[in-house]
C-alpha cells in the first residue's frame, strides 16, 4: 500500500557499545510508492495452444532481463510510465514487483 509506514522491529533489544550496554527500541520506516508502466518484454511460453478453446495450457514462462532502475528512469526505449489516475484498456498479463532499499536521508545524485 502507498504512503509512509512505520513498523516495530523488535520492542526491546540489549546492545552492547563502547559505552556498556543498554535497552533499545529498533523501528524501520518505509515509504512506499507505485509506479506502473508498459512496455515490450520477450516473453518464451511452453505449453500447449487449444485452438479451439483458444487457450494456453503453460508449463514454464520465461521473460528477458528486466532492468527497474532503467525502465522507471525512462532510459529503456519503449517503456513508458502509465499515469495512476488514467483508465487503461490494457490488460495486465505479467506483473512484476521491485524493492528497493535506500539509505536514510538518500537523495538521487544530480546528473
Same mark, same amino acid.
Given at each position: 500500500?502507498?504512503?509512509?509506514?512505520?513498523?516495530?522491529?523488535? =520492542?526491546?533489544?540489549?546492545?552492547? !557499545?563502547? /559505552?556498556?550496554?543498554?535497552?533499545?527500541? @529498533?523501528?524501520?520506516? &518505509?515509504?512506499?510508492?507505485?509506479?506502473?508502466?508498459?512496455?515490450?518484454?520477450?516473453?518464451?511460453?511452453?505449453?500447449?495452444?487449444? =485452438?479451439?478453446?483458444?487457450?494456453? !495450457?503453460? /508449463?514454464?514462462?520465461?521473460?528477458?532481463? @528486466?532492468?527497474?532502475? &532503467?525502465?522507471?528512469?525512462?532510459?529503456?526505449?519503449?517503456?513508458?510510465?502509465?499515469?495512476?489516475?488514467?483508465?487503461?484498456?490494457? =490488460?495486465?498479463?505479467?506483473?512484476?514487483?521491485?524493492?528497493?532499499?535506500?539509505?536514510?536521508?538518500?537523495?538521487?545524485?544530480?546528473?
Amino acid at each position: 500500500m502507498p504512503g509512509d509506514h512505520s513498523l516495530v522491529l523488535a =520492542e526491546d533489544v540489549l546492545l552492547q !557499545s563502547g /559505552q556498556g550496554r543498554f535497552h533499545a527500541k @529498533i523501528s524501520i520506516v &518505509l515509504q512506499v510508492r507505485r509506479r506502473d508502466c508498459l512496455g515490450p518484454l520477450p516473453i518464451k511460453i511452453v505449453g500447449f495452444r487449444d =485452438e479451439q478453446e483458444g487457450t494456453i !495450457s503453460t /508449463q514454464e514462462i520465461t521473460t528477458g532481463a @528486466i532492468d527497474p532502475a &532503467l525502465i522507471t528512469s525512462g532510459e529503456l526505449p519503449g517503456w513508458e510510465e502509465i499515469p495512476a489516475h488514467k483508465d487503461s484498456q490494457v =490488460e495486465c498479463f505479467l506483473r512484476f514487483d521491485v524493492i528497493e532499499y535506500l539509505p536514510e536521508g538518500w537523495e538521487k545524485p544530480n546528473d
